[in-house]
């Protein structure tokens, strides 16, 4: 068990910048959920899939946001047209199908807008 | 929606000290988690704990959902200890997502 993973760990842009996150979830977890973190605070939800659906989208994901798990393994979070509000740490986590459902957090992907 | 109350919002301590932190959550919630926040931003499992007492080392933690709330015990702390420790609830209904609180900041000195 590696855990979750994020590929990449950092990443600079300039405004305007298209920019596009990885999630690896633990295998065999079918539950994956992405996280936005400004500084201070606590995560907030962004949206979860279950296997390749994705079931639940919060209003904090507007149009520029787009979310993907093509065949229920790793997803991808796109940030089109890059905004200085979009600076934050994106966090994805995974949890098991059956059972407790109890996250695991993969290390984040740190965004900087210039 | 649900609210999550996490209190201090900051503490110090010298090393070898006791320390409660506090969570209270406006809500029934399905499942509740503990976790500890390292300064590189990784979040750590410390418990899934929706109800009763756990304990893990010199940590240990205990859920009393019908009065909406849960404590986390940190015994003879550490400086390794420090971070932020974040109560995180899942109300139900919600796909199992997670309602995080704002956060314990914790600084153990030596």
């Known amino acids: 068990d590696t855990g979750v993973s994020q590929d990449p760990r950092h990443k600079i842009t300039k405004r305007g910048q298209n920019v596009t996150f990885r999630c690896d979830p633990i295998s065999e977890h079918n539950r994956l959920y992405w996280y936005r973190q400004t500084l201070g605070q606590g995560p907030e939800f962004l949206t979860y899939f279950q296997n390749e659906a994705q079931l639940e989208k919060s209003r904090l994901l507007s149009d520029r946001f787009s979310a993907e798990r093509p065949k229920g393994s790793f997803s991808t979070l796109e940030i089109q047209r890059t905004e200085q509000g979009d600076s934050a740490m994106y966090l994805c986590?995974?949890?098991?199908?059956?059972?407790?459902?109890?996250?695991?957090f993969g290390p984040g992907t740190r965004l900087t807008v210039t | 929606g649900i609210q999550v109350e996490q209190s201090p919002p900051d503490l110090i301590l010298q090393e070898g000290a006791n320390s409660t932190l506090r969570c209270n959550f406006s809500?029934?919630?399905?499942?509740l988690q503990w976790f500890h926040q390292n300064p590189w931003g990784q979040l750590i499992n410390l418990f899934y704990?929706?109800?009763g007492t756990k304990q893990n080392g010199r940590l240990s933690a205990t859920t009393v959902a019908t009065e909406r709330y849960s404590l986390l015990y940190i015994s003879s702390s550490q400086t390794t200890d420090s971070g932020v420790y974040f109560c995180?609830?899942?109300?139900?209904?919600?796909?199992?997502?997670?309602?995080f609180g704002a956060g314990t900041r914790l600084a153990v000195h030596p």
């Open positions: 986590a995974s949890s098991a199908r059956d059972g407790a459902y109890e996250q695991y």
């Open positions: 809500d029934s919630v399905n499942n």
């Open positions: 704990i929706p109800s």
């Open positions: 995180a609830v899942e109300p139900p209904g919600g796909y199992n997502k997670l309602i």
